[in-house]
């Protein structure tokens, strides 16, 4: 199955089950549990989560990135035409794996030859599947992302890691969801330390005037258009730009 096949099928099928719904028939602990995928979904066989991770292997052994990206799909399925026109000037690589939960990424951060790459910028977003594939709390999910953070300092001690906050999912403003996302977000607010770390909430960007999410900008309240991702790649790019200036602080 090829990458657009992929993530078609992967919209289809959370449309169809209810990312919520999904999440209660997991409900296990994942934050801080470091594991390859273990779980099977409709939208991805841990096959082919494995052949992923394999060609994201082989990208770190060659080494050359500025600008690494790091997450779970909606790192992964960014639009190549916003992708190119507003990182290609930069050496940026996609490490975003659909699914993937704090635990996946920490595995891939500690079994995947990571440590080959020297990038000066980390630009990550993780979190969101502890909730809706592991039916996580706040307090797992914020230990969860702390981990990864931790990680990246850890093998990366020159690089500024941009930090972004949980996107908001869910179409309205009075969902669930939402004040969970913002509780994790506040926690690891506090990560930003001015040198390293810089936390950015870029979630208001994606949201109606009254709080509600479109559907020209979430087509499954989660997932983002083409369109959003030019919002995404707006917000960032000043952020990436004036990091990538920085001289690494030690």
């Not at 979904?41 to 394999?54: F, K, L």
């Not at 026109?85 to 996609?94: C, I, L, M, W």
């Amino acid at each position: 199955m090829n990458k657009k096949a992929n993530v078609l099928a992967m919209l289809a099928a959370l449309a169809a089950l209810g990312f919520a719904g999904a999440a209660s028939a997991e409900g296990r602990s994942c934050a801080l549990n470091v594991e390859p995928r273990t779980v099977e979904y409709p939208w991805m066989s841990i096959a082919r989560w494995h052949e992923m991770n394999d060609g994201l292997k082989a990208r770190a052994a060659q080494g050359d990135v500025d600008v690494l990206f790091l997450g779970d799909s909606i790192t992964e399925m960014w639009d190549k035409n916003t992708w190119d026109s507003r990182f290609g000037k930069y050496r940026a690589a996609n490490f975003g794996i659909g699914g993937d939960h704090t635990g996946n990424v920490l595995w891939r951060l500690k079994n995947d030859g990571m440590d080959k790459l020297r990038p000066k910028v980390v630009v990550l977003l993780i979190g969101v599947n502890n909730f809706g594939l592991c039916n996580e709390q706040p307090e797992q999910v914020i230990g969860g992302v702390k981990a990864v953070v931790a990680q990246l300092r850890t093998l990366y001690p020159d690089a500024r890691i941009l930090l972004n906050g949980i996107l908001p999912n869910g179409q309205q403003a009075q969902d669930e969801r939402r004040a969970k996302a913002k509780a994790v977000n506040t926690a690891i607010a506090t990560l930003d330390d001015g040198r390293h770390v810089f936390f950015r909430d870029y979630g208001a960007r994606f949201l109606e005037a009254n709080g509600d999410i479109a559907a020209e900008t979430m087509p499954d309240f989660l997932h983002l258009t083409p369109k959003a991702y030019v919002t995404w790649a707006d917000a960032m790019a000043p952020d990436i730009e004036k990091l990538m200036r920085e001289k690494p602080a030690r």
